[in-house]
């Protein structure tokens, strides 16, 4: 799977759009992105995933750049609750159940 | 309601002693993973089972110990093998569609005295 490169840290103010990138350069043509948030002592929970197009669930929207090698996850009104680590992950869609690899994330700091 | 059940939610043990992790699904789930995750850093895979009574390493196996006897229940052994097994455990499963979608459990603090 490809390597992901996040920015270890990002404050936001509450209200305000956070927007959160993810560097996959290496990324090959039948990987996708994943992104997942995990609140302080609590498990990992999903959040989005996306090939190319863009994004939008209930949660958030994911933009993925024309080639791919990058893309950000948007949070649109982004809440205390919203404090958490995000990890944006890579990998092959449909690989027999392999496990994903998570990196360090993004810690995301809600200001009020 | 449906989910993953982990217990206990704190444990603490001795030094030398063997101690045991339940991870419980009603999802229906065929896959099912442990991960290790230590302050500040990511999660590491430890073990995960794809189908009842098969599993297999991850990258830190080495002092743990699992099985599946059952596809609802993927119990961690943590084995006085395992040098620095104070952590924070994560159970974790996913469907037949491989989605990559993973549902995770509220985690198991293991701390060794």
């Known amino acids: 799977d490809a390597k992901t490169t996040q920015p270890p840290s990002m404050d936001c103010a509450e209200g305000r759009a956070a927007n959160l990138p993810c560097n996959h350069s290496?990324?090959?043509?039948?990987?996708?992105v994943y992104w997942y948030r995990q609140i302080h002592s609590q498990g990992p929970q999903y959040i989005i995933h996306?090939?190319?197009n863009n994004e939008t669930n209930e949660m958030a929207s994911l933009i993925i750049t024309e080639d791919r090698k990058s893309s950000t996850l948007i949070l649109p009104h982004a809440t205390l609750r919203d404090t958490a680590v995000y990890y944006c992950?890579?990998?092959?869609?449909?690989?027999?159940?392999?496990?994903?690899?998570f990196g360090s994330g993004t810690r995301l700091q809600v200001q009020p | 309601d449906g989910g993953i059940t982990q217990s206990p939610k704190y444990l603490f043990r001795k030094e030398g002693q063997n101690v045991t992790l339940s991870c419980e699904q009603n999802?229906?789930?065929?896959?099912m993973y442990w991960y290790r995750q230590d302050p500040g850093q990511g999660l590491r895979l430890i073990y995960y089972?794809?189908?009842?009574?098969?599993?297999q390493k991850g990258d830190i196996a080495e002092g743990y110990s699992v099985s599946r006897e059952k596809k609802e229940s993927f119990p961690l052994t943590v084995t006085s093998a395992q040098k620095n097994p104070t952590a924070f455990y994560l159970c974790?499963?996913?469907?037949?569609?491989?989605?990559?979608?993973?549902?995770f459990g509220e985690g198991s603090r293991l701390t060794v005295l």
């Open positions: 992950i890579v990998r092959v869609y449909g690989t027999g159940r392999r496990a994903l690899t």
């Open positions: 290496t990324i090959s043509g039948n990987e996708y």
């Open positions: 996306g090939l190319k």
């Open positions: 999802l229906n789930h065929d896959a």
């Open positions: 089972s794809q189908i009842v009574n098969d599993f």
């Open positions: 974790a499963s996913n469907g037949g569609a491989d989605t990559g979608e993973l549902f």
